[in-house]
């Protein structure tokens, strides 16, 4: 056991996939996995571990925020030995040409602040996804007939955001869609020498002001975890 997550040696995965509710962690475990079994539900946050292809997965929630992520990730790779953690979770479109349903594989993270911002002090860290990764997350989108988009992403450190100046520079500069996770992500794994990647499904549009319906989710949802599976193990 670690401090928030009450498994037992050996009952978590070298493959975590990491969304942010932990509803969405059991969903995709009895959805995706064979034999899934609860292996966390400390302070809620639940986690599973089953098999896909025959091989072993965990899917466990990661909760709101680059904070709370931070504390699973590390906890993950350091006290139970994960290899590689996709984040699977939805995110806010910044650029006309994204749609609402489509993926997102989000190659950069930027951030104004994680909380591992004070390990670089005066640097500012450019955290990457593991280029295997979302290779081949791209090739399973193709297959798959999925639209998606490739580039940079912003972690926001703030849902209810007032900076209408930030999202117009970050639009500006190319920047796909808006979650508020994979900066910090990104940055625990290259610390620990463990590979990740962010799958996203845009599911509002910041411009369009248009929202993924409710029954549509579920579909949409299951394609990013489908794609993150094919990419960690396929």
């Given at each position: 056991m670690s401090t928030h997550?009450?498994?037992?040696?050996?009952?978590?995965?070298?493959t975590v996939l990491l969304p942010g509710d932990p509803y969405r962690a059991r969903w995709a475990a009895e959805t995706f996995l064979d034999g899934a079994v609860c292996i966390n539900q400390v302070r809620g946050m639940l986690g599973y571990t089953g098999t896909w292809k025959g091989n072993r997965v965990t899917i466990h929630g990661s909760g709101m925020g680059m904070p709370s992520l931070s504390i699973y990730?590390?906890?993950?790779?350091r006290d139970y030995g994960a290899k590689c953690l996709i984040r699977i979770g939805s995110a806010g479109a910044m650029q006309e040409a994204v749609k609402v349903r489509d993926v997102v594989i989000a190659m950069t993270a930027s951030?104004?602040?994680t909380p591992s911002a004070g390990v670089f002090r005066e640097m500012n860290f450019a955290p990457c996804a593991d280029?295997?990764?979302l290779?081949?997350?791209?090739?399973?989108?193709?297959?798959?007939?999925?639209?998606f988009h490739v580039g940079g992403i912003h972690s926001s450190d703030a849902f209810y955001d007032e900076r209408p100046?930030?999202?117009?520079?970050?639009?500006?500069?190319?920047?796909l869609a808006v979650e508020m996770e994979a900066a910090e992500l990104y940055t625990v794994a290259?610390?620990?020498?463990?590979?990740a990647l962010a799958v996203l499904t845009v599911s509002d549009h910041l411009i369009a002001?248009?929202?993924?319906?409710?029954?549509?989710?579920?579909?949409?949802?299951?394609?990013?975890?489908e794609i993150a599976l094919e990419a960690a193990l396929g």
């Open positions: 997550i009450g498994a037992k040696p050996g009952e978590i995965a070298e990730a590390n906890e993950l790779i951030t104004i602040s280029y295997g990764l290779e081949r997350a791209v090739a399973a989108a193709r297959a798959k007939g999925t639209r100046d930030l999202m117009e520079a970050l639009k500006r500069h190319g920047v290259a610390r620990h020498g463990a590979r002001g248009e929202a993924l319906p409710s029954e549509d989710r579920e579909r949409s949802f299951g394609d990013m975890v």
